[in-house]
């Protein structure tokens, strides 16, 4: 089946560690994203990647980093710089000229 | 910069009810997208409007796109318990450019 996958799907992290998400998609999507959302909020947009090799900032890219050296994966990586990261952490794809983005399950991420 | 505002907020309704919620941008948009998220699950699509005027339905679910392009509306009929959860719009403005959230909706459907 294709899909959007991301794991841990519940992850600790004690303050100071940096810690990576994982987001692996098999829908041959080109562009891929990053999203985070806290209670009572909508989806905020941290980094996104149209193509391998290359990614931007989102609006709230601060103390995150982001790699694609594969079409199919987008880790995040959730540094010590990054200074409240207790959230849930969502994956997206789409097809390059796509509006529709698919959502991967969601890692929620809690730091003790 | 662009935003949505969702509203209502939060609901809470009798099983059997029907639903209403809508969204209203600053800006224009040429894609309207509805979501809906279950508890601890990330977001699925419901519903995609390309048009302005444009009215589609999903089974019990119904959304048009407004004709100003600065709004959306999503209505839902005779609820049922497994609609509850957290419906969210979200407006396109070109291909391959942001997608912008708005807020949520948190319905909750009581028995």
């Known amino acids: 089946d294709g899909g959007i996958t991301q794991s841990p799907k519940y992850l600790f992290r004690k303050e100071g560690q940096n810690v990576t998400l994982s987001c692996e998609q098999n829908?041959?999507?080109?562009?891929m994203y990053w999203y985070r959302q806290d209670p009572g909020q909508g989806l905020r947009l941290i980094y996104y990647?149209?193509?391998?090799?290359?990614?931007q900032k989102g609006d709230i890219a601060e103390g995150y980093s982001v790699s694609r050296e594969k079409k199919e994966s987008f880790p995040l990586t959730v540094t010590s710089a990054q200074k409240n990261p207790t959230a849930f952490y969502l994956c997206?794809?789409?097809?390059?000229?796509?509006?529709?983005?698919?959502f991967g399950p969601g890692t929620r991420l809690t730091v003790l | 910069g662009q935003q949505l505002n969702q509203s209502p907020q939060s609901m809470f309704i009798q099983e059997g009810e029907d639903v209403s919620m809508n969204c209203t941008s600053s800006s224009i948009f040429n894609t309207w997208l509805w979501y809906k998220q279950d508890p601890g699950e990330g977001p699925v699509l419901l519903i995609a409007?390309?048009?302005?005027?444009e009215l589609t339905s999903n089974g019990r679910l119904t959304a048009q796109f407004g004709i100003t392009r600065k709004d959306s509306f999503l209505n839902i009929s005779a609820s049922i318990p497994s609609d509850v959860g957290i419906y969210f719009c979200a407006g396109h403005y070109n291909q391959g450019g942001k997608l912008i959230f708005g807020q949520g909706t948190e319905l909750s459907v009581k028995p």
């Open positions: 409007l390309y048009k302005a005027g």
């Open positions: 990647s149209q193509i391998v090799n290359d990614f």
């Open positions: 997206a794809s789409t097809y390059a000229s796509g509006t529709v983005k698919f």
């Open positions: 829908l041959n999507h080109d562009a």
